[in-house]
Nanobody, 121 residues
Framework: QVQLEESGGGLVQAGGSLRLSCATSERTFSRYAMAWFRQAPGKEREFVAALIWNGDVNYADFVEGRFTISKNTAKNTLFLQMNNLKPEDTAVYFC???????????????WGQGTQVTVSS
């Protein structure tokens, strides 16, 4: 059983920064990908960023260089550093992991409970 626990969400003004964390177990990082998704009210869950087992990273187009996904292997923690936040970034952010090369919500094997990010204008 894979457990994922997010933290670090909160309320921030537009242009501000937040760093999300996802605590997990060592064996989780041996899976194909660790990823972040988000879901805004009334919208579908969407891909944000992924860290592939070989070190490759993928980002959604809307990230536009503002977010950075990384990990601390010694602490078994995945991060999402979010800078220059916009009101449209407001959503619940989910940590996820998959053994599929197709990184869509339907191909995720395990989800965290989510952490709320609210960006005020």
């Amino acid at each position: 059983q894979v457990q994922l626990e997010e933290s670090g969400g909160g309320l921030v003004q537009a242009g501000g920064s937040l760093r999300l964390s996802c605590a997990t177990s060592e064996r989780t990082f041996s899976r194909y990908a660790m990823a972040w998704f988000r879901q805004a009210p009334g919208k579908e869950r969407e891909f944000v960023a992924a860290l592939i087992w070989n070190g490759d990273v993928n980002y959604a187009d809307f990230v536009e260089g503002r977010f950075t996904i990384s990990k601390n292997t010694a602490k078994n923690t995945l991060f999402l550093q979010m800078n220059n936040l916009k009101p449209e970034d407001t959503a619940v952010y989910f940590c996820a992991t998959s053994n599929s090369r197709v990184l869509t919500a339907t191909h995720i094997d395990y989800w965290g409970q989510g952490t709320q990010v609210t960006v005020s204008s």
